[in-house]
Each structure stands twice: as structure tokens, then as C-alpha cells.
């Protein structure tokens, strides 16, 4: 008589592909945390494999190479900021253009103060060192949000979206925002940092004032 394989709940096939399941999520795992430590230029397939308790030709059999494991972790840390990129674009339908600046920097300014730390470590690296993903990290990751505030700036300027005052303006909001991004050297020059919930909030609403005045002002300025 032949043996057969069943699917039923428990059976040998069953076992063998969560099997597989747990080793891919372990590579995963393992993968996202190094990554973003090391940079993808600079973490072997053995680390990986050793962390994630898994035989080395297991990033071949579950993800083709090393850059179709890097691609999940990346997709994953992609999704992660489009989740907090949604909200900075959610104002209210027919909002004014002062109204919905306000609400992309009252919401932006804490999700980049408090970024998930393998997140920011993933990004930071492909900032340094970017890999063959970076382009595809810039359209799907920042790319939809720099659109959007693009729409406002322009709206607000009462100008073409190509004069440079949009693009200028779009680089001052932006940059005014990740400013509060982790960083060391920045908590030692101004001391009191990691700030609070209320201290965020207070420098949204600077942020968005100082930009809101500033745009009127480059309203009639030629460049």
C-alpha cells in the first residue's frame, strides 16, 4: 500500500509546512533586527541564519537570495510607515489649506519623534548606504506624503506646483519636522530631550504657524 501525505490538522504535511512557517518567521525575525543594526551591505546570510536557528540554505529555499529576504523586511518597514503616513493625510474632506497643513504637522511630528527603533534603523542605513531598494523605499515610503503636502504648499502659494517657492516651502515644513527624529547629538545641544507629549504637540503647533506665516510671506517674493 502507499503512504499518502494528509492536510488534515496535525497530519505530516501539516507539520511540515509550519514548520517552515516558524523557520521563515525566525529568518524574518532575525533579518529585521540585524538590518537595521548593521545595514544590508553588512550583515552574512550565516548571522541571519544563526540567529534564526535556521540551516543557511534556508534563505534561498524560503526567499531566493539574501536581497529577496532584505525586500520582505524592507516591505514590512515600507507598510509600517505608510501606516503612519495615512494619518497625516486624513484631514477632513474640503479642509482649507491652513487647516490641513496644520493637521499633517500636529500628526507627523510625533510619529517621527517616536519611530518603531528597526524602522528608523532600516531607513537610517539606506540613507548611509543605499541599496539596489532605495528607489522603491522613496516612491512607496515618502514619496505619497511629499505629494501631499506638494498639493498644500502650492495651494497656499496660489502658484504653478513647478515654481521653485513650492519646492522651497515643501523642504522648510519637511525639514522643520525631522528635526525631532532621534538624534543624540541633538538631545546634548538642547537639553531636556526626549520631549513629552505636551512639548511635541507645542512644537507641531510652532512648526505649523511658523510655516503658514512663512508662506505667505514667500507668496510674493520672486526667486
Known amino acids: 500500500m502507499t503512504r499518502t501525505l494528509t492536510r488534515r490538522r496535525g497530519g505530516p504535511l501539516g507539520r511540515h509546512t509550519a514548520r517552515h512557517a516558524a523557520t521563515r518567521q525566525r529568518l524574518l525575525d532575525a533579518a529585521s533586527r540585524l538590518f537595521a543594526e548593521r545595514g544590508f551591505f553588512h550583515v552574512p546570510v550565516r548571522d541571519i541564519c544563526r540567529e534564526a536557528r535556521a540551516n ?11 536581497l529577496g529576504l532584505y525586500r520582505e523586511v524592507v516591505d514590512a518597514a515600507i507598510a509600517g510607515v505608510r501606516n503612519a ?23 507627523f511630528v510625533p510619529r517621527i519623534a517616536r519611530p518603531a527603533a528597526w524602522i528608523m ?61 532621534p538624534d543624540p547629538f541633538r538631545d546634548r545641544v538642547f537639553p531636556g530631550w526626549p520631549l513629552g507629549d505636551a512639548q511635541l504637540a507645542k512644537a507641531a503647533e510652532a512648526i505649523a504657524e511658523f510655516s503658514i506665516a512663512g508662506l505667505r510671506g514667500l507668496a510674493t517674493a520672486t526667486l
Open 56 to 66: 543557511v540554505a534556508a534563505v534561498n529555499y524560503h526567499f531566493g537570495d539574501k
Open 85 to 107: 503616513s495615512d494619518v497625516t493625510m486624513d484631514a477632513l474632506p474640503g479642509s482649507r489649506p491652513e487647516d490641513r497643513l496644520r493637521h499633517y504637522v500636529r500628526t
Open 121 to 181: 534603523g532600516i531607513m537610517r542605513h539606506e540613507m548611509s548606504e543605499p541599496t539596489p531598494l532605495a528607489p522603491a523605499i522613496a516612491e512607496r515610503a515618502i514619496m505619497p506624503r511629499i505629494r501631499y503636502l506638494t498639493a498644500i504648499v502650492t495651494e497656499l502659494l496660489g502658484c504653478a506646483p513647478d515654481d521653485p517657492r513650492v519646492t522651497f516651502g515643501v523642504i522648510s515644513i519637511q525639514s522643520q519636522c525631522l528635526f525631532y527624529r
